[in-house]
């Protein structure tokens, strides 16, 4: 099946610094990718929305200039945390939609998801 | 707005056991819907998805779901549990089409006591 991998799969940085995770489809290309964050023992919320080539769309309560998503190309999309504090740590997941060349229809591939720390 | 509703934050079954893993969901659309497992530390594996074809959907390691859409209702059932299949399972709902975010349910923990 469709694989979608993420970068890194852990990381520590101390507050104040940023963090750049990366997002990408294998071996499809993805004009759509979404950013999802989960907390301990909660559910996946969606951040917002990566289209490749146009501004991220960003859900409710999501600060678009503190969790910058870049979507350059059709198989990456980033997502950088600036100036992070201790309450953005998290587990942060995206997802990449593969259109079949056969049937044409869409799927939805999650990644490994990124567990950040911040100190 | 879409949501779901997942009922049963833990599920605790003995092994080779009937799993049933209920989920409701509401939807203005006629949705797609779908089930998702996650192991610790661990992304999301799809264990099966509805798109409007069979009712009955059939998905891996033996689980399936059945979509009523007169009980708003997308339910997890496997025969036989396993200890392997001990994780959290996640129902979720999108517009129809696959091009639009996922709406998750809060998550079930299934517990397969031997």
């Known amino acids: 099946g469709a694989v979608v991998s993420q970068h890194p799969s852990r990381v520590i940085c101390k507050s104040g610094t940023s963090v750049k995770i990366e997002c990408r489809s294998l071996d499809f290309q993805a004009t759509t990718m979404f950013w999802y964050r989960q907390f301990p023992k909660q559910s996946l919320m969606l951040m917002a929305t990566s289209n490749e080539g146009s501004k991220a769309t960003y859900e409710q309560g999501v600060e678009k200039d503190k969790f910058l998503i870049n979507h350059a190309s059709l198989t990456l999309s980033t997502l950088t945390v600036t100036s992070a504090h201790p309450e953005d740590s998290s587990f942060y997941i995206c997802s990449a939609i593969m259109r079949d060349p056969l049937s044409s229809d869409l799927t939805q591939y999650f990644g490994p998801g990124t567990r950040l720390t911040v100190l | 707005a879409q949501s779901v509703t997942q009922l049963g934050s833990h599920v605790s079954v003995s092994e080779g056991a009937l799993v049933l893993l209920r989920c409701n969901y509401s939807?203005?659309?006629?949705?797609?819907l779908f089930w998702y497992v996650q192991y610790p530390n661990q992304g999301l594996q799809l264990l099966l998805k509805?798109?409007?074809?069979?009712?009955l959907v059939k998905g891996i390691n033996g689980f399936e779901a059945e979509f009523k859409k007169s009980e708003t209702s997308f339910h997890l059932t496997k025969p036989s549990a396993h200890m392997r299949d001990a994780a959290e399972y996640f129902c979720a709902v999108s517009d129809p089409g696959g091009n639009t975010p996922l709406v998750f349910g809060k998550g079930t923990r299934l517990s397969v006591i031997a």
């Open positions: 509805y798109t409007s074809a069979a009712t």
């Open positions: 939807s203005s659309v006629p949705p797609y």
